[in-house]
Nanobody
């Protein structure tokens, strides 16, 4: 059983910054890629950023420049540093981990999310 828990969300004023964390625990069978998504009220989930096991980094084009995604494989933890926050960044931010291509089976686990509110 694998669990993901996000933390670091909260309320911040426009222009501020937050650092979100995503910690995975449990029986993680193999390497994985880590992704961040967000969902604002009444909207579809939106891809935010990804940090691949092999070092691949990707950002949503509309958010690039304000984000920095990273991970610590030894701690099974991913991070999302967000700066110059805007009210439209208000959403539930959640992470998931998806089995890397080298794994013998395919799986995805997702966390419950952490609320980010920008005023």
């Amino acid at each position: 059983h694998v669990q993901l828990v996000e933390s670091g969300g909260g309320s911040v004023k426009a222009g501020g910054s937050l650092r979100l964390s995503c910690r995975a625990s449990g029986d993680i069978e193999c390497t994985y890629d880590l992704r961040w998504f967000r969902q604002a009220p009444g909207k579809e989930p939106e891809f935010v950023a990804a940090a691949g096991y092999d070092g691949f980094i990707d950002y949503a084009p509309s958010l690039k420049g304000r984000l920095a995604v990273s991970r610590d494989n030894a701690l099974n933890t991913g991070y999302l540093q967000m700066g110059s926050l805007k009210p439209e960044d208000t959403a539930i931010y959640y992470c998931d981990i998806i089995s890397h291509g080298a794994c013998t089976s395919s799986w995805t686990y997702r966390g419950p999310g952490t609320q980010v509110t920008v005023s």
